[in-house]
């Protein structure tokens, strides 16, 4: 079993700067790929961006791209996740999400691929 716990959410300005966190327990870090997921109202919810076991590889759905930028510290057990020049359309619940990958270095796109949630931590954008 993994324990995955957030924070850094809170109310950020549009155009300034977070970064949420994401700690782990349970498992050898360094046998799981990390996501990060969001859910807004109304919407369904869906990937942000997800990297490597080893820190080496990542992705980003494109709405995402060049403004939000996935990190891990397998030392510290923890995943990043620095949202630069958030926009109101960003605010939501983001999900830290693990995946046992024992035998792949490759990064997961898909939410089914995930074996472990967090519970989640609220971002709030202001214009």
């Known amino acids: 079993q993994v324990h995955l716990v957030e924070s850094g959410g809170g109310l950020v300005q549009a155009g300034g700067s977070l970064r949420l966190s994401c700690a782990a327990s349970g498992r050898t870090f360094t046998n799981l790929a990390m996501g990060w997921f969001r859910h807004a109202p109304v919407k369904e919810r869906e990937l942000v961006a997800a990297i490597n076991k080893y820190g080496s590889s990542a992705n980003y759905a494109d709405s995402m791209k060049g403004r939000f930028t996935i990190s891990r510290d397998n030392a510290e057990n923890t995943v990043y996740l620095q949202m630069n020049s958030p926009k109101p359309e960003d605010a939501a619940v983001y999900y830290c999400?693990?995946?046992?990958?024992?035998?792949?270095?490759?990064?997961?796109?898909?939410?089914?691929?995930?074996?472990?949630w967090g519970q989640g931590t609220q971002v709030t954008v202001s214009s």
């Open positions: 999400a693990a995946a046992e990958a024992y035998s792949s270095g490759s990064y997961y796109m898909r939410q089914k691929e995930y074996d472990y």
